[in-house]
């Protein structure tokens, strides 16, 4: 079993930036990739960002050049810093780990006001 927890969400103005934290507990040898999903109201939950256990990282188009994954292997977490952030990046994140199937975290909210 494998507990997330997201942290870092808040308000914050377009333009400005946040750091997301996710922190995965539990019995854990070692976890495969970690990344990052967002839903907006209405809308599906989309792939943000995504890191391999060797650190090979994958972007969604939109976010490219802005936000910047990054993890921790021997502390289990991962971190998105977004930069440069738009209304439309407003969102419910949602943290993953795949250890022997995927683990989600409750998710923690983004919210840019314009």
């Known amino acids: 079993q494998v507990q997330l927890v997201e942290s870092g969400g808040g308000l914050v103005q377009a333009g400005g930036s946040l750091r997301l934290s996710c922190a995965a507990s539990g019995s854990i040898f070692s976890i495969n990739a970690m990344g990052w999903y967002r839903q907006a109201p209405g809308k599906q939950r989309e792939l943000v960002a995504s890191?391999?256990?060797?650190?090979?990282?994958t972007y969604a188009t939109f976010v490219k050049g802005r936000f910047t994954i990054s993890r921790d292997n021997a502390k289990n977490t991962v971190y998105l810093q977004m930069n440069s952030l738009k209304p439309e990046d407003a969102a419910v994140y949602y943290c993953y780990a795949d250890y022997s199937m995927r683990y989600w975290g409750k998710g923690t909210l983004v919210t840019v006001s314009s």
């Open positions: 890191i391999t256990n060797y650190g090979r990282t």
